[in-house]
């Protein structure tokens, strides 16, 4: 539900505060006083188009903000969540509001913001068009777009479940297209490439390589290359811990000398004693340990050379395959694959063609009930419009809901049915879609009869009619406030109209006009004003348009009469 706009410097509004509620909401005025001002200022918040031309004269930038509040389910709030705008306002449990906005320059450019952080235009539309919509004399949107056909006759024939199912079923139906068709394509692939597998599996099942391998290798290698020096070095380490002078003969000197001493000194001596033998004991482990270091290093020249051989084998093999050598036993395992996927595709293709025969059939079963229920629903429909067109002075024309069942073949996830929505305006003529036959007024009204027909579902939201009553009176237009009255029930409505039989029914009356301002330096200028009317001002609007300029006791009599509950079905 839209709850707030707020137009500041567009065209003749200088500055413009409006708190709409739900229910009929009647906006009126003299020609020219500035209604469609509104609704281009509303089509901009919600992305219509932008135009330098719309910012008041004098002023720098123009702008629009319009406040919704909606169920916390509705499409628009997981658009904004999809988008990373979920950070709404809780108006209750339920429901949250959030604000469209958009500046317009006067150099042409234009900015657009949801709950004030900058979004593009086209997030901005798609989003708006999930809140409201605006149907008028000139619309090209909406119900005579037939794309949007199918979805309104599954809303009205509450056919959302079986629509999910069709949609399960060609998500299946596609996915195991798709896995036969890579099946297909692999095995086809394998095949040709098979002794060219098998040559590269014997190549790389010969050379057998593991995992870490090289760095193995190539560590052995660099060792073996310089084993001399590091022999030497050790060598010359085990002189100096044993030998002539080396440490361990002179720890154990010592050693001699501190028990020879510690005969005549009692235990003062055995600290120092038993400090000596353990650095002793630690010299010999460490004799131990570089004599076996010594012992690992005896190698010959030929175990050289097969570390080199076996670590440049395993590099070539990378390169000819493009791949670290840590990667080839993966790539070997990859091969092994392929020419199994080669040798046992048929088996695979028997399985994949009996679960794509398996989709088709459960799409084919569902896709058909869907149709057959479109088919039931677009009866439903036609009829329920039918009614509504003899008091909107349609009674001649028919309304049909045309359901054209495709080949399963041709399906999708919406089914396999062209479904759009035809009109004859005279006995004789044929059936044709609303937009090539119905005039302006006709096609606000079967608008209209829509609308209200397809309400009694849910379908509803924030509608805005744009001079649905154009060209009719009396009778008709009372009819057209009456239906008004009736989808208001179940949506919010803004109705732009000059009839007093519409007027009569607002719920929330507002009266457009023009007037002068004169500013700081006392320059003219014509802005538009908005008036919210009291119970008083709503009977006097009313009169007014049914008097014309001067407003009789007889004007106020009649509006009394129109506006009162027992003058309205």
């Not at 050379?207 to 193995?216: I, K």
Request: aromatic share 2%; proline share 2%; net charge negative.
């Amino acid at each position: 539900m839209l709850t707030a706009l707020s137009i500041r410097d567009i065209v003749l509004i200088d500055q413009l505060n409006l708190d709409l509620a739900a229910g009929l909401n009647v906006l009126t005025g003299e020609t020219g006083a500035g209604k469609s001002i509104l609704l281009d200022a509303l089509g901009l918040a919600i992305g219509g188009r932008a135009d330098k031309g719309l910012v008041r004269v004098g002023q720098e930038r123009g702008s629009v903000s319009a406040e919704f509040e909606v169920n916390q389910n509705h499409p628009a709030v997981k658009l904004l969540v999809d988008h990373d705008l979920g950070f709404l306002e809780e108006v209750s449990k339920d429901r949250v509001s959030f604000i469209l906005r958009r500046v317009q320059t006067v150099d042409g450019r234009a900015r657009a913001y949801i709950n004030d952080q900058p979004v593009s235009v086209a997030l901005l539309g798609l989003v708006g068009n999930a809140l409201l919509e605006v149907h008028g004399q000139h619309d090209d949107r909406g119900l005579l777009n037939a794309t949007a056909h199918r979805a309104l006759l599954d809303s009205y024939g509450q056919l959302n479940t079986t629509v999910n199912e069709v949609r399960t079923c060609h998500q299946v139906l596609r996915e195991a297209n798709n896995a036969l068709e890579e099946a297909r394509a692999g095995i086809a692939d394998a095949s040709a490439q098979a002794d060219y597998y098998r040559h590269v599996l014997e190549e790389l099942r010969n050379l057998d390589p593991q995992s870490g391998e090289e760095e193995a290798l190539s560590t052995k290698r660099t060792l073996m290359m310089n084993a001399e020096k590091i022999v030497d070095d050790l060598n010359a380490a085990a002189k100096q811990l044993d030998g002539g002078s080396g440490i361990v003969r002179r720890l154990s000197g010592a050693l001699r000398r501190l028990e020879d001493a510690a005969e005549r000194s009692s235990e003062i001596l055995l600290p120092a004693i038993e400090q000596v033998d353990r650095a002793i004991s630690e010299a010999h482990e460490a004799q131990s340990v570089i004599e076996n270091t010594l012992r690992s290093l005896e190698f010959d020249q030929n175990e050289l050379e097969n570390t080199e051989e076996r670590l440049f084998a395993l590099r070539a093999a990378g390169r000819k395959h493009n791949v670290t050598v840590d990667h080839l036993e993966e790539l070997m395992k990859s091969f092994e694959d392929k020419l199994d996927q080669a040798e046992m595709g048929e088996m695979q293709l028997d399985r994949l063609e009996e679960a794509l025969e398996a989709a088709k059939i459960a799409y084919a079963e569902a896709a058909n009930k869907l149709s057959d229920d479109r088919k039931a629903a677009a009866v439903k429909l036609n009829k329920a419009i039918a009614k509504e067109l003899s008091p909107l002075k349609l009674d001649k024309a028919t309304f049909h809901c045309a359901v054209e069942k495709g080949d399963v073949l041709d399906g999708n996830a919406d089914g396999i049915d062209r479904i759009q929505f035809l009109i004859s305006t005279n006995p004789g003529t044929p059936l044709a879609p609303m937009i090539e036959i119905a005039s302006g007024g006709e096609l606000a009204r079967f608008i209209l009869a829509l609308k209200v027909a397809l309400a009694r579902r849910g379908e509803a939201g924030t509608l805005i009619f744009d001079e649905v009553d154009q060209g009719v009176g009396g009778a008709v237009a009372d009819a057209v406030g009456e239906r008004l009255a009736r989808l208001s029930k179940s949506a919010q409505v803004l109705v732009v109209t000059h009839s007093p039989q519409v007027a009569a029914r607002a719920e929330n009356h507002w009266r457009i006009s023009k007037s002068e301002m004169t500013d700081g330096k006392k320059r003219k200028s014509v802005v538009t004003r908005v008036d919210c009317l009291d119970e008083k001002g709503h009977k006097e609007e009313v009169a007014r348009m049914l008097a014309g300029a001067e407003v009789t006791e007889e004007a106020r009599a009649a509006a009394e009469r129109l506006i009162s509950p027992e003058a309205q079905p």
